[in-house]
Nanobody, 121 residues
Framework: VQLQASGGGLVQAGGSLRLSCAAS????????MGWFRQAPGKERDFVAT????????YYADSVKGRFTISRDNAKNTVYLQMNSLKPEDTAVYYC???????????????WGQGTLVTVSS
């Protein structure tokens, strides 16, 4: 599976962005998909994850109620809708694919290249 993340950019606090992650290669619909983020000088943190069927989602407490993960298996794409953005959301955002739904980044098999989100105050 090859993953290509896009949609990052510069936005003011309170604004919105939608990230996309396009997958190619092996069967996308069989994988759980996750979004992670890494701020400068910090570890990669879990943001959100979704099962292959979209039946189950999990969110980090810091984004719950503001971010929404979704997927379109027909388009081989997973999305992260980010609303009410805060300066502390600034980070490089990565999408990942794995066999099970988990918040643990080490359990994901494939990673995209990352897209930078910058939220100004």
């Amino acid at each position: 599976v090859q993953l290509q993340a896009s949609g990052g950019g510069l936005v003011q606090a309170g604004g919105s962005l939608r990230l996309s992650c396009a997958a190619s290669g092996r069967t996308f619909s069989s994988y759980a998909m996750g979004w992670f983020r890494q701020a400068p000088g910090k570890e990669r943190d879990f943001v959100a994850t979704i099962t292959w069927s979209s039946g189950t989602t999990y969110y980090a407490d810091s984004v719950k109620g503001r971010f929404t993960i979704s997927r379109d298996n027909a388009k081989n794409t997973v999305y992260l809708q980010m609303n009410s953005l805060k300066p502390e959301d600034t980070a490089v955002y990565y999408c990942a694919a794995g066999r099970i739904i988990t918040t643990n980044p080490t359990r994901y098999d494939y990673w995209g290249q990352g897209t930078l989100v910058t939220v100004s105050s």
